[in-house]
Structures are given as structure tokens and as C-alpha cells.
Nanobody, 128 residues
Framework: QVQLVESGGGLVQAGGSLRLSCAAS????????MGWFRQAPGKERDFVTA????????YYRDSVKGRFTISRDNAKNTVYLQMNSLKPEDTAVYYC?????????????????????WGQGTQVTVSS
């Protein structure tokens, strides 16, 4: 059974940092893209960032560029999201996604329906 388990969420003040982790089990994702999405209360799930299988290519939504960094450790079957300079508008449940259907292009990784596996989510709350 494939599982993606996120951890590292919590409550932080504006300007602070958090590091999310997503550990995969049940199969290896070392040859698959992985990504992070987030869903704020009353809003749709939105793309945050994605990384290709090797880590050579990363993409971010404009609002997190320069503040968030995605990385991966294929030996540990884990993807990370380092979040710095957090803002109240970053408050959301953050979800890990893995195994992109199709090529690693924006029209694919931006869409939640293009990912085959999801974690259960971890809450990130940024207070002002």
C-alpha cells in the first residue's frame, strides 16, 4: 500500500520558518516528480511547488518564489518543503503529491488531477 505522510506543520509567527517533510512508503518515487499543494479554508487546493525526479528542475507559484524551497532525498524516498518568511496568507493545509501523469510541464504539475498519490495533509498556521 502506497502512503505519503507529511509532517512538520504547526503554528508560527509571521516571518518565521517551517520545514515540511513527506515520507513515501510502499513504492519508490525516485523516478517520479513530486510536489506540494495547499488548501486554505473555503478555497480550492492550489499548486505550490514541484520537483522533477532528479531534483534538477523545480517550479513555484509566484507568491512563494524566493521564500519556499523544495528538495528531495531519493535515498530516503522523501521530499521536503522549506518555508521561510512565512506570511498569514500562507496559512493552509499542505499536501504532498507524487507520481505525475505525463510530462513534467506546467499544464500537468499545476493541476491536482494530474497526480496519482496524495498525503493526508499537514496544517500550517501563520499568525500575524
Amino acid at each position: 500500500q502506497v502512503q505519503l505522510v507529511e509532517s512538520g506543520g504547526g503554528l508560527v509567527q509571521a516571518g518565521g520558518s517551517l520545514r515540511l517533510s513527506c515520507a513515501a512508503s510502499g513504492r519508490t518515487f525516485s523516478r517520479d516528480a513530486m510536489g506540494w499543494f495547499r488548501q486554505a479554508p473555503g478555497k480550492e487546493r492550489d499548486f505550490v511547488t514541484a520537483i522533477n525526479w532528479s531534483g534538477a528542475y523545480t517550479y513555484y507559484r509566484d507568491s512563494v518564489k524566493g521564500r519556499f524551497t523544495i528538495s528531495r532525498d531519493n535515498a530516503k524516498n522523501t521530499v521536503y518543503l522549506q518555508m521561510n518568511s512565512l506570511k498569514p496568507e500562507d496559512t493552509a493545509v499542505y499536501y504532498c503529491a507524487a507520481d505525475l501523469q505525463g510530462p513534467f510541464i506546467m499544464s500537468k504539475y499545476y493541476s491536482g488531477s494530474s497526480w496519482n498519490y496524495w498525503g493526508q495533509g499537514t496544517q500550517v498556521t501563520v499568525s500575524s
